[in-house]
């Protein structure tokens, strides 16, 4: 079974460029998050969506950053303008959720290195 | 504020031994918790979960053991492989959000 893809892998880019992320999650999944990693924070929450509908954004860092997903496949996460603090992994998380707890389950990760 | 956070930073096992890694969390009402495996380049990968109701879950060379009167949990892996070298993570789901903790560092050694 395909698990959670995100594209790119990596994306290296200047300071200043706008960066879209990618992120389609497991089939049947109705909730969707996205996660930044970095060496000094760890992983943290960056939105939560649920049904497609964005449920919880207050780990968004700033304006600068923002998050779609038009549909139960799609989710893309969008750094405008970024900056070099924005380097880090960011991470895609899928789940089922319902009335009995389920994990979520992550995908590979885009490496974002800004310039 | 509430958080999980990990005993040890790092863990240097012999193959073939077991291991053991730990994790205290804070969160009283916590009914939910889930440890993750993270290679390096790539995502948390699910290992096991526990349930509030359960003091210990099996699994395939895991196993977990939850104590809730000292909020303390631990994650052991039997006959460590060389594949079990990682960054394992407990995270404790409150609702929705997970808390992840620092991570230990698991190395096998040959």
């Known amino acids: 079974d395909a698990g959670v893809i995100q594209s790119p892998r990596h994306e290296v880019t200047e300071m200043g460029q706008e960066v879209t992320l990618r992120c389609k999650p497991i089939?049947?999944?109705?909730?969707l998050f996205w996660y930044r990693q970095t060496m000094m924070r760890g992983l943290e929450l960056l939105i939560y969506?649920?049904?497609?509908?964005?449920?919880?954004d207050s780990g968004m860092p700033e304006d600068r950053f923002s998050a779609k997903m038009p549909n139960a496949s799609f989710s893309t996460l969008k750094i405008q303008p970024s900056e070099p603090r924005d380097s880090a992994v960011y991470f895609c998380?899928?789940?089922?959720?319902?009335?009995?707890?389920?994990?979520?389950?992550f995908g590979d990760g885009t490496r974002l290195s800004i310039l | 504020g509430e958080s999980v956070g990990l005993h040890l930073p790092t863990l240097s096992v012999q193959e073939g031994d077991n291991s053991i890694i730990n994790c205290a969390y804070s969160?009283?009402?916590?009914?939910?918790f889930i440890w993750y495996k993270q290679e390096s380049g790539k995502g948390p990968q699910f290992i096991i979960d526990?349930?509030?109701?359960?003091d210990k879950r099996q699994g395939q060379r895991v196993t977990v053991l939850l104590n809730k009167t000292v909020k303390h949990l631990s994650l052991q892996i039997a006959a460590t492989q060389p594949g079990d070298s990682a960054v394992y993570f407990c995270?404790?789901?409150?609702?929705?959000?997970?808390?992840f903790g620092a991570g230990t560092t698991v190395t096998v050694r040959a």
């Open positions: 998380a899928s789940m089922i959720q319902g009335s009995s707890n389920q994990p979520q389950h």
């Open positions: 526990i349930r509030s109701n359960m």
């Open positions: 969506f649920n049904n497609n509908v964005p449920i919880d």
């Open positions: 089939s049947g999944h109705n909730s």
């Open positions: 969160n009283s009402a916590s009914d939910y």
């Open positions: 995270a404790e789901n409150g609702n929705y959000k997970l808390s």
